[in-house]
């Protein structure tokens, strides 16, 4: 059984930074592209970042040059560098797997205070 663990979210402050982590445990060969989504109150779960096999990223526009989103192949693990921080960014952050089958994890709290 596949299972997605994050962590990493928490309370900051306007213009701070946190580290995202989604680590991949179980049975799971090939993954394809990892993703970043988040969902505020109130609002659609929307991408926020991915990143493919052989390491290209896309981001949204509104977290373009503040958001790096990295992997670790041999630990199955994708990251979500979070940098200058802004309440807009306040959500539920979850990481998604694609290989044969797609995955979510359960989501991480992230609060941007102003």
């Known amino acids: 059984q596949v299972h997605l663990v994050e962590s990493g979210g928490g309370l900051v402050q306007a213009g701070g930074s946190l580290r995202l982590s989604c680590a991949v445990s179980g049975s799971i060969f090939n993954i394809n592209s990892m993703h970043w989504y988040r969902q505020a109150p109130g609002k659609q779960r929307e991408l926020v970042a991915h990143i493919t096999s052989g390491g290209s990223t896309n981001y949204a526009d509104s977290v373009k040059g503040r958001f790096t989103i990295s992997r670790d192949n041999p630990e199955n693990t994708v990251y979500l560098q979070m940098n200058s921080l802004k309440p807009e960014d306040t959500a539920v952050y979850y990481c998604?797997?694609?290989?044969?089958?797609?995955?979510w994890g359960q989501g991480t709290q992230v609060t941007v205070s102003s």
């Open positions: 998604r797997v694609v290989a044969i089958l797609v995955y």
